[in-house]
């Protein structure tokens, strides 16, 4: 069984992965987690079409966010920020490996904050 963690999505998140903080709604603060930044928006394929979103996301690893000890469920009402932007969290979605969700990653989609 491939290790696809360390093998295909080490050497992108090593090239693509920037410094992410993720606050959970309790206050409790993850600050070595890496994220892919897609918050410019990206193609998504809808049956025999292809769609351009403007939905900003991130990318991680499901194994960091394990290893963090982060439970999925907490993730609601939470924020992350990324290059100095403070997202608010609106959901998730996993991307698993052909070895399972653990071994995969997490599109995690993105809202700017309405200012106070």
């Known amino acids: 069984m491939l290790d696809y963690r360390s093998i295909l999505f080490g ?16 206050g409790t603060i993850f600050d070595t ?28 690893l499901q194994g960091d966010l394990n290893d963090a000890g982060i439970d999925m469920d907490s ?18 979605r996993r991307r698993p490996s052909p070895n399972g969700e653990a071994d995969g990653e997490v599109e995690i989609f993105l809202e700017r904050p309405a200012s106070p």
């Open 11 to 26: 050497p992108i998140y090593a090239c693509w992965g920037v410094p992410a903080e993720l606050v959970l709604s309790d």
């Open 75 to 92: 993730l609601d009402d939470a924020t992350l920020m990324l290059n100095g932007v403070t997202w608010d969290i609106t959901g998730f």
């Open 33 to 60: 987690l890496t994220a892919i930044d897609m918050t410019t928006g990206q193609s998504g394929v809808a049956g025999p079409s292809e769609l351009e979103t403007v939905q900003p996301s991130a990318l991680m």
